[in-house]
């Protein structure tokens, strides 16, 4: 950076400077916020609960650790979600992070959540119901819901966890897409 100017300099190649343009927009404008966002690669889950029609599901890459002590997680959901409800009112949940060959699970919870008849399930240990063959699952209490936008954050306390024995690579999600994740070698 030019101290004078506040200009930040490259030793690049020119072409190398496209490569690295950034396009600004408004913190307004949807679309772009959208494909900005989808710049950050996710995991994705399918969160559960129990509801008095029946269990009900819905697809997430918004789940992320909070705590370790006590044990929280957090998901949100969008309000326009006809489930959104379900969801924020339940006292219980499950969180289930998809192997990356469960891609069809994931796409049938993104547009509806009440049919379980396709998958493997059970009731977990608070009432939510378990999927199988998932890598990981988190039965939480809810234990926090905040307004956030046209989004609601649904904080977690975990009550249950469990890991699939073995490996298994998880379902990843990246500008709109599924796929795995590939590692890099560290540098020597």
């Known amino acids: ?5 506040g200009q930040l300099h490259s030793a690049m190649a020119p072409e ?20 900005a966002f989808g710049r950050f690669g996710t995991g994705v889950t399918v969160v559960t609960t ?49 192997a990356a060959d469960q891609q069809d699970v994931a796409y049938h919870f993104a547009s509806q959540g ?8 059970a009731d977990g240990p608070n009432g939510a119901p378990e999927i199988s063959g998932v890598l990981a699952q988190f039965h939480c209490d809810t234990f926090a819901v905040h307004p956030a936008g046209d989004h609601s954050l649904i904080i977690g ?7 699939r024995s073995g490996a298994g690579d998880g379902l990843m999600f990246d ?13 020597a």
Not at 157 to 163: F, P
Not at 175 to 187: H, L, Q
């Open 1 to 5: 950076m030019n101290a004078r100017s």
């Open 175 to 187: 500008r709109g897409r599924f796929g795995t994740f590939t590692a890099i070698d560290a540098p």
């Open 50 to 98: 129990q509801t008095d029609g029946g269990p009900i599901g819905m697809t997430a890459n918004s789940f992320s650790s909070v705590s370790l002590e006590p044990a929280l997680v957090l998901w949100s959901a969008a309000l326009r979600s006809k489930r959104h409800d379900a969801f924020t009112k339940t006292r219980h949940f499950c969180i289930h992070v998809l």
């Open 16 to 35: 190398r400077q496209m490569e690295n343009h950034m396009t600004s927009f408004a913190p307004g404008d949807g679309a772009a916020l959208r494909s």
């Open 157 to 163: 306390k975990i009550t249950h966890a469990s890991e």
């Open 114 to 121: 009440h049919d379980f008849t396709r998958f493997d399930w």
